[in-house]
């Protein structure tokens, strides 16, 4: 008797839901996959955009409503990058948790290094979709300790209890971040200086932090499509300075990237600025680890 209630008090143990866990969306796979490293067993993370689509233009689904109606906390890149399709979507969740302003609501970008920062009154130039500076600042990785240092910050302020394990987790990822930087800085060295063109302004952190020099882009402004004018002064530009390397975001039709190699002799390299954007790029480490061997591996061959 006294057996058969202890198997039955066990039972009963193994049914009981597991404790509630914080539900966190991003806009980003970026910031799920250092929320997932922070949050541990803590956190569900979910993100909206998926990492081979433009971060501008993301197409809304009913579904991101459902997620974002039962989040407890909501990171976005901020700096407007998801004007486009966020705040509608934040409005008809009706989670008043999760409005910019609240205590579910974390802009990454706070205390990040933001480059291109208007100095002057936003006009919104025809088309420039990186009004409030640049918006791609997570391609740095010392932008990634920020955002992992807000995240943890974020996740005690709404989970007390979990303190010690956001505390462990983010000294874990910070030591994995300093060792991985090391490795990065070391491959990236011998080509500190390198120009390049890039399809979309997406590369200035990247740029900044590997030493390379962005000389133009494919794109006349961001969020504005090649014209054949800019097209041709890209080429001039790729011919004059012996740019090797166009560098060309997953999301962008290849068909002018290729045409400007094929009379320039340059090579096209897809770069990718967000976790998920290939299989192999699994989490924010792997996406440094892809895009610097992609960038030493046509840059071997040149
Ligand atoms: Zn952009």
Not at 43 to 67: C, M, N, R, W
Not at 276 to 300: H, Q, R, T, W
Request: charge should be neutral.
């Amino acid at each position: 008797m006294k057996k058969l209630s202890l198997a039955f008090a066990l039972a009963v143990l193994a049914a009981a839901p597991a404790a509630a866990r914080l539900r966190v969306v991003s806009t980003l796979d970026d910031f799920a996959s250092v929320a997932d490293a922070i949050g541990g067993e803590r956190v569900e993370t979910v993100a909206l955009a998926k990492g081979y689509q433009d971060p501008h233009f993301v197409d809304a689904k009913p579904s991101f409503i459902l997620k974002l109606s039962r989040a407890d906390l909501l990171i976005a890149a901020g700096l407007e990058l998801e004007i486009g399709y966020l705040p509608p979507l934040i409005d008809q969740s009706r989670n008043d948790k999760i409005h910019p302003g609240n205590p579910g609501y974390l802009d990454a970008s706070i205390g990040c290094d933001i480059l291109q920062r208007p100095t002057t009154q936003v006009t919104r130039a025809m088309g420039d979709v990186h009004p409030y500076g640049n918006p791609h600042y997570w391609t740095d990785p010392e932008n990634g300790r920020v955002i992992a240092r807000a995240i943890a910050a974020k996740l005690t302020e709404l989970d007390p209890a979990g303190q010690p394990v956001y505390a462990k987790n983010l000294a874990a990822f910070e030591a994995r971040l300093t060792e991985k930087e090391r490795e990065w800085d070391a491959k990236m060295a011998p080509y500190a200086g390198t120009k390049v063109v890039t399809f979309h302004d997406s590369w200035p952190n990247f740029a900044k932090h590997f030493r390379l020099t962005i000389a133009g882009h494919v794109e006349p402004k961001p969020g504005i499509p090649p014209t054949p004018s800019h097209t041709l002064e890209i080429i001039n530009l790729i011919r004059d300075q012996k740019i090797p390397l166009i560098l060309v975001e997953p999301y962008f039709d290849s068909k002018t990237p290729n045409s400007i190699a094929a009379q320039t002799g340059a090579t096209v390299v897809t770069f990718y600025p967000s976790v998920g954007g290939l299989p192999e790029i699994k989490d924010y480490f792997s996406l440094f680890d892809y895009d610097i061997n992609a960038f030493v591996n046509a840059m071997k061959k040149k």
